[in-house]
Nanobody
Framework: QEQLVESGGGLVQPGGSLRLSCAPS????????MAWFRQGPGKEREFVAA????????NYADSLKGRFTISRDNAKNTVYLQMNSLKPEDTAKYFC????????????????????WGQGTQVTVSS
């Protein structure tokens, strides 16, 4: 089973930025939709952002639009999550997820459609 490897988490002060990375452990051209979810302390896992690998669609959680940006690097087979103006409430473990399906926009936020998950990377926003 393909695995996803996340990196880039850490401790950052409020107002700061971080960029998370996610790549399959094996080079693959089959992951057509990739996404980021997060789970804060005592909270349920929530959708952050997703994109289709062919560039035909992206989706964001409404509350995060304007601060978070998902992007991809085809050459590196890597998906990124750029997080700006971070707030303490952004503190969470961030998970990368993927599927071989080209999900429609409305399905991208549903974790049930992603069979592949990484182990997560911790992001802590604190002064």
């Amino acid at each position: 089973q393909e695995q996803l490897v996340e990196s880039g988490g850490g401790l950052v002060q409020p107002g700061g930025s971080l960029r998370l990375s996610c790549a399959p452990s094996e080079r693959s051209g089959t992951m057509n939709t990739m996404a980021w979810f997060r789970q804060g302390p005592g909270k349920e896992r929530e959708f952050v952002a997703a994109l289709r690998w062919n560039g035909s669609g992206t989706n964001y959680a409404d509350s995060l639009k304007g601060r978070f940006t998902i992007s991809r690097d085809n050459a590196k087979n890597t998906v990124y999550l750029q997080m700006n103006s971070l707030k303490p409430e952004d503190t969470a473990k961030y998970f990368c997820a993927s599927t071989k399906s080209n999900l429609i926009i409305s399905s991208m936020s549903n974790p049930r459609f992603y069979p592949y998950w990484g182990q997560g990377t911790q992001v802590t926003v604190s002064s």
